[in-house]
């Protein structure tokens, strides 16, 4: 059993030298907004402001404060493991060869799955924005399969789907339903990783002003437009108006559309071997990327539940042009601008996705768990050309067959569940001497500051709503009860911290991660930790028919 936890230790010299050390601090930050800032603003928000109302602005600030903690756990991990591999690499470090396993075929998940609800979304807008020029493709070569044959099994009003189905072409007795550009995007996507790092940098900078610039223009146009009252409407189940018109349960069945924005971040830690002095460049690049990046969801947030009812974003899979359609503020030029820049918002995440994902297979690879064939670096680009193609195949397919709203809730998950166990693996590591021009990890002793913050909270939060407190146990309500269940869950792992971090004089950053992280995971319904579990259950089957027996580490302790 203790075989199934080893820990590898790393140390500076760990790191490749097949890959090209190219990226600057400002290029990681420009990588993280590129990242961040993508399908879950242009994309996703629209049905996080449908679930949550006006009052999805506090789950924005609750994933920047449990992201801001986790980034500054990463940042520890960067500093002391400066190689491929983000949380991959750091579970190896402090919880061992199972763990790292579980974290790295979670993180496959999130970049693999969370890439095709960005290509899905991808080709919304480019069909939408050549739609406002004119030009029409075929609806049945611009969405998949699965998303047609839903359409026409339940009913939905989506014309564009339902047309799909109606006029696709017949090949034997199946309707042929492709969705084409997307297909596309991830082919070219694929390609320009494929050939190099700094060719993606400097391609993705140029991207990533152009974007800043239309969402600071969407915010000062939009501004004029907003009217006060929409951010307290009319609640559905008491009659008042209310900041959070659906409550707080329905703030957090939000989460998955929220927090989706938010995944890309840890994709920066995959590019430590190929940024320079990456234990000092690293921790600023995430810290200053993040800030900016919830600041922007949250004047984006303001402006659109302000400019239009939250209930009219129902469906609304491009919220930041859909404000300025005639039926809302009516603004053309602005309706058209933002289609063409959700096209490049978009394209910059895919890249940055499509970055990481074959980083993951590399680090897993150069540790004899995956097949040595996914280490290989390209001689002239210096990529890992093999996992690149690869991963380009693993993402295309499933366009083929899987739908959007499948993907989010599955994607997330997988993201939040990384993340505790990277908070949590800190918590473990031993004490480092510092070293100038690093990151340090400041430690707060979390003793006593972290049972009375909690404690505290629970208090201040049964002040504002005692009635759910008061029905906590009840279980069985249809609307609350799932929800209930994971906060009395979360309240129980919270209080065994209290109690361990008392005994074990806990460092308090770490551990507010890790509680924050906790409790975005209680926004997630049984259907995703049932697809999480199957998922978890697959990499099992392979790491012991495969990643266990061919373990460098275990081969090294072996012959020790």
Same mark, same amino acid.
């Given at each position: 059993?203790?075989?199934?936890?080893?820990?590898?230790?790393?140390?500076?010299?760990?790191?490749? +030298?097949?890959?090209?050390?190219?990226?600057?601090?400002?290029?990681?930050?420009?990588?993280?907004?590129?990242?961040?800032?993508?399908?879950?603003?242009?994309?996703?928000?629209?049905?996080?402001?449908?679930?949550?109302?006006?009052?999805?602005?506090?789950?924005?600030?609750?994933?920047?404060?449990?992201?801001?903690?986790?980034?500054?756990?990463?940042?520890?991990?960067?500093?002391?493991?400066?190689?491929?591999?983000?949380?991959?690499?750091?579970?190896?470090?402090?919880?061992?060869?199972?763990?790292?396993?579980?974290?790295?075929?979670?993180?496959?998940?999130?970049?693999?799955?969370?890439?095709?609800?960005?290509?899905?979304?991808?080709?919304?807008?480019?069909?939408?924005?050549?739609?406002?020029?004119?030009?029409?493709?075929?609806?049945?070569? +611009?969405?998949?399969?699965?998303?047609?044959?839903?359409?026409?099994?339940?009913?939905?009003?989506?014309?564009?789907?339902?047309?799909?189905?109606?006029?696709?072409?017949?090949?034997?007795?199946?309707?042929?339903?492709?969705?084409?550009?997307?297909?596309?995007?991830?082919?070219?996507?694929?390609?320009?990783?494929?050939?190099?790092?700094?060719?993606?940098?400097?391609?993705?900078?140029?991207?990533?002003?152009?974007?800043?610039?239309?969402?600071?223009?969407?915010?000062?146009?939009?501004?004029?437009?907003?009217?006060?009252?929409?951010?307290?409407?009319?609640?559905?189940?008491?009659?008042?108006?209310?900041?959070?018109?659906?409550?707080?349960?329905?703030?957090?069945?939000?989460?998955?559309?929220?927090?989706?924005?938010?995944?890309?971040?840890?994709?920066?830690?995959?590019?430590?071997?190929?940024?320079?002095?990456?234990?000092?460049?690293?921790?600023?690049?995430?810290?200053?990327?993040?800030?900016?990046?919830?600041?922007?969801?949250?004047?984006?947030?303001?402006?659109?539940?302000?400019?239009?009812?939250?209930?009219?974003?129902?469906?609304?899979?491009?919220?930041?042009?859909?404000?300025?359609?005639?039926?809302?503020?009516?603004?053309?030029?602005?309706?058209?601008?933002?289609?063409?820049?959700?096209?490049?918002?978009?394209?910059?995440?895919?890249?940055?996705?499509?970055?990481?994902?074959?980083?993951?297979?590399?680090?897993?690879?150069?540790?004899?768990?995956?097949?040595?064939?996914?280490?290989?670096?390209?001689?002239?680009?210096? +990529?890992?050309?093999?996992?690149?193609?690869?991963?380009?195949?693993?993402?295309?397919?499933?366009?083929?067959?899987?739908?959007?709203?499948?993907?989010?809730?599955?994607?997330?998950?997988?993201?939040?569940?990384?993340?505790?166990?990277?908070?949590?693996?800190?918590?473990?590591?031993?004490?480092?001497?510092?070293?100038?021009?690093?990151?340090?990890?400041?430690?707060?002793?979390?003793?006593?500051?972290?049972?009375?913050?909690?404690?505290?909270?629970?208090?201040?939060?049964?002040?504002?709503?005692?009635?759910?407190?008061?029905?906590?146990?009840?279980?069985?309500?249809?609307?609350?009860?799932?929800?209930?269940?994971?906060?009395?869950?979360?309240?129980?792992?919270?209080?065994?911290?209290?109690?361990?971090?008392?005994?074990?004089?806990?460092?308090?950053?770490?551990?507010?991660?890790?509680?924050?992280?906790?409790?975005?995971?209680?926004?997630?319904?049984?259907?995703?930790?049932?697809?999480?579990?199957?998922?978890?259950?697959?990499?099992?089957?392979?790491?012991?028919?495969?990643?266990?027996?061919?373990?460098?580490?275990?081969?090294?302790?072996?012959?020790?």
């Amino acid at each position: 059993m203790s075989q199934l936890f080893r820990r590898k230790i790393y140390s500076d010299t760990d790191t490749s +030298t097949g890959l090209l050390r190219v990226l600057g601090v400002w290029d990681i930050v420009f990588f993280g907004i590129a990242a961040i800032i993508g399908a879950g603003s242009f994309s996703s928000l629209g049905e996080a402001v449908f679930r949550g109302g006006p009052g999805v602005i506090l789950l924005y600030l609750i994933c920047g404060f449990a992201c801001g903690f986790t980034a500054l756990c990463y940042a520890e991990f960067a500093s002391r493991i400066p190689t491929a591999g983000s949380a991959y690499t750091y579970a190896y470090a402090s919880f061992g060869e199972l763990i790292a396993w579980v974290i790295g075929w979670a993180l496959i998940m999130e970049y693999s799955f969370g890439n095709i609800y960005v290509a899905f979304s991808w080709s919304d807008y480019f069909t939408s924005f050549l739609g406002r020029l004119g030009m029409h493709i075929p609806d049945y070569l +611009t969405c998949s399969y699965t998303e047609a044959r839903k359409a026409v099994q339940y009913g939905s009003e989506n014309k564009e789907l339902l047309n799909a189905w109606k006029t696709a072409p017949l090949i034997g007795s199946l309707k042929f339903i492709v969705d084409i550009p997307a297909l596309v995007i991830n082919g070219l996507i694929t390609w320009l990783c494929y050939v190099g790092v700094k060719e993606s940098k400097n391609f993705n900078n140029s991207l990533v002003i152009l974007k800043l610039g239309v969402i600071v223009l969407v915010i000062l146009v939009g501004v004029s437009y907003v009217s006060i009252d929409n951010w307290t409407p009319v609640s559905p189940t008491t009659g008042t108006p209310s900041f959070m018109p659906n409550g707080f349960a329905g703030v957090m069945s939000a989460v998955s559309g929220v927090f989706f924005a938010y995944i890309g971040f840890d994709a920066l830690s995959v590019l430590s071997e190929e940024t320079k002095d990456p234990q000092k460049t690293l921790p600023k690049g995430m810290i200053i990327s993040l800030v900016l990046c919830t600041v922007i969801y949250i004047a984006l947030t303001l402006v659109l539940t302000g400019m239009v009812d939250y209930k009219k974003f129902d469906g609304v899979g491009d919220p930041l042009s859909f404000i300025f359609e005639k039926t809302n503020a009516n603004v053309a030029w602005m309706e058209l601008v933002v289609s063409f820049v959700a096209i490049v918002a978009i394209t910059t995440v895919l890249l940055v996705f499509q970055m990481g994902q074959p980083r993951i297979w590399y680090a897993m690879s150069r540790d004899g768990l995956m097949p040595a064939r996914f280490q290989k670096v390209h001689p002239k680009y210096k +990529t890992p050309s093999y996992a690149t193609v690869v991963t380009g195949i693993v993402v295309g397919i499933p366009i083929l067959f899987t739908d959007k709203t499948f993907i989010l809730d599955f994607t997330s998950i997988g993201t939040i569940f990384a993340f505790v166990l990277v908070c949590a693996g800190v918590l473990m590591l031993p004490a480092k001497e510092k070293i100038k021009g690093r990151f340090h990890l400041p430690y707060v002793n979390g003793k006593i500051i972290f049972p009375v913050v909690f404690i505290g909270s629970l208090l201040v939060f049964y002040k504002w709503q005692p009635e759910f407190f008061d029905n906590l146990m009840n279980w069985s309500d249809p609307n609350e009860g799932e929800f209930r269940a994971s906060i009395f869950f979360f309240i129980i792992i919270n209080l065994i911290l209290c109690v361990v971090a008392f005994i074990r004089n806990l460092s308090l950053i770490p551990l507010v991660g890790l509680s924050s992280c906790l409790y975005l995971l209680t926004g997630m319904s049984h259907e995703n930790w049932f697809w999480f579990g199957m998922w978890f259950l697959i990499g099992m089957v392979i790491y012991f028919c495969y990643g266990y027996k061919n373990s460098k580490l275990g081969k090294e302790l072996k012959n020790n």
